[in-house]
């Protein structure tokens, strides 16, 4: 099967602009999840959608970051403006649902860095 | 609140012999534990997971994972070392059945001698 696509792969923007990430998760999966990887640590969940909802956003910086799914497939993942402080790389991942005990898939990213 | 402690930045191990990940998770209720590995410049790839039965887990590419209860540890271990296995490794934890969020620890890098 296909795995998580994520575009594009690297970008690089001056602090204070605007950036936009996309997300299409494998077929078939209804819980979608974005996560901040910054260098040296684990990745940070940022949002959790289940289809087109929301389940968790507690952790995600509302006053800058936004994401939306809004057909319960594709996902973006968009910062305006960017800090510094964002550099990091940004994953998405999916899971099938259904059984809780399912593993999350992750796509290879998108390196972001700010200047 | 759940955490994931990985207490080595890094483990070097030569090739053939064998290898230990450690992992300790603090958690409320029953944990669901999961390996995952990372690649330069690609995503976690999933390994192996834990949620109830037989405390020792077999997953991909040899990778086996022993649960201790007693310990709160799930630590990755595999017989004989490849180079090929030099990578990123996380331990990631949730509280179970109904709990969505997955706690990552920071990463343990695996170095595999030749």
């Known amino acids: 099967e296909a795995g998580v696509a994520q575009s594009p792969r690297y970008k690089i923007i001056e602090k204070r602009q605007s950036v936009a990430f996309w997300c299409n998760p494998i077929s078939g999966h209804a819980t979608l999840y974005w996560y901040q990887q910054i260098l040296g640590q684990g990745p940070k969940l940022l949002i959790q959608f289940q289809n087109n909802g929301v389940v968790d956003d507690s952790q995600l910086p509302k006053d800058r970051f936004s994401a939306e799914r809004l057909k319960g497939v594709d996902s973006t993942l968009k910062i305006q403006p960017a800090k510094l402080e964002d550099s990091a790389v940004y994953l998405c991942?999916?899971?099938?649902?259904?059984?809780?005990?399912?593993?999350?898939?992750f796509g290879d990213g998108t390196r972001l860095s700010i200047l | 609140a759940q955490s994931v402690a990985q207490p080595e930045d890094q483990v070097n191990v030569a090739e053939g012999n064998p290898l230990t990940v450690k992992c300790t998770y603090s958690v409320s209720g029953n944990p669901y534990l999961f390996w995952y590995v990372q690649y330069p410049n690609r995503g976690l790839q999933f390994l192996l997971k834990y949620i109830t039965g037989d405390n020792l887990v077999k997953g991909s590419y040899g990778f086996e994972a022993e649960f201790n209860k007693s310990q709160t540890s799930f630590h990755l271990k595999k017989p004989s070392a490849l180079v090929s296995d030099s990578a990123l490794y996380f331990c990631a934890v949730r509280a179970g059945a109904g709990s969505y969020q997955l706690t990552f620890g920071k990463g343990t890098k695996l170095s595999v001698i030749p």
């Open positions: 991942a999916s899971r099938l649902g259904g059984a809780d005990n399912q593993p999350q898939h």
